[in-house]
């Protein structure tokens, strides 16, 4: 069983778009209000896609999960609340629109779609990775927590107070 993240292309939109939508819908089960609007659009995905920042998690030729990562300052974290950033050498990747396909669910893809953007983060060159999640997201902070990201702070998308995430820091040495 062969499971790897490689880049996304155009052509895969359709399928990530697809991811998405899945996402939402088991956010909206469990009562998470987060992607519950218009966002993420094809137009966030095609954008991620054209700036290489779009990437799937592959298991035995299926893609079963798509995430981002965003390689340029995030603006939602430019300001931190009931906490604070962690200094580091200031130049960070982050992780976004992550969803695994549902029918995978307790097959533990997501542990091993972190590792790997994790790793591809280092291997580009950062040695910070953040990350954010609504606070109701609890099944989202275990898989944060437990690929070792320390919890930061809270920051809102879009400088909008009723949306609120908890924002989380790894390190790479």
Not at 41 to 70: E, H, P, R, S
Not at 99 to 123: T, V
Request: proline share 2%.
């Amino acid at each position: 069983m062969a499971i790897y993240i490689r880049q996304a292309k155009k052509e895969d939109l359709n399928t990530i778009y697809s991811l998405i939508q899945s996402g939402k819908k088991v956010l909206a089960q469990e009562k998470i209000p987060q992607w519950q609007g218009i966002y993420p659009q094809k137009g966030d995905i095609l954008q991620d896609i054209k700036q290489g920042y779009g990437y799937l998690l592959i298991k035995n030729g299926q893609i079963v999960g798509t995430a981002t990562l965003f390689q340029r300052e995030d603006s939602n974290y430019q300001q931190i609340y009931a906490g604070a950033w962690q200094k580091g050498l200031g130049k960070y990747a982050t992780i976004h629109r992550i969803a695994i396909e549902p029918n995978f669910k307790g097959q533990h893809l997501g542990d091993y779609f972190f590792s790997n953007l994790i790793s591809e983060a280092y291997r580009l060159g950062f040695r910070e990775v953040r990350i954010d999640t609504h606070e109701k997201n609890k099944r989202m902070q275990h898989l944060i927590l437990k690929a070792g990201f320390e919890y930061a702070g809270i920051v809102y998308m879009h400088q909008d107070p009723n949306d609120q995430r908890k924002a989380f820091q790894l390190f790479l040495k």
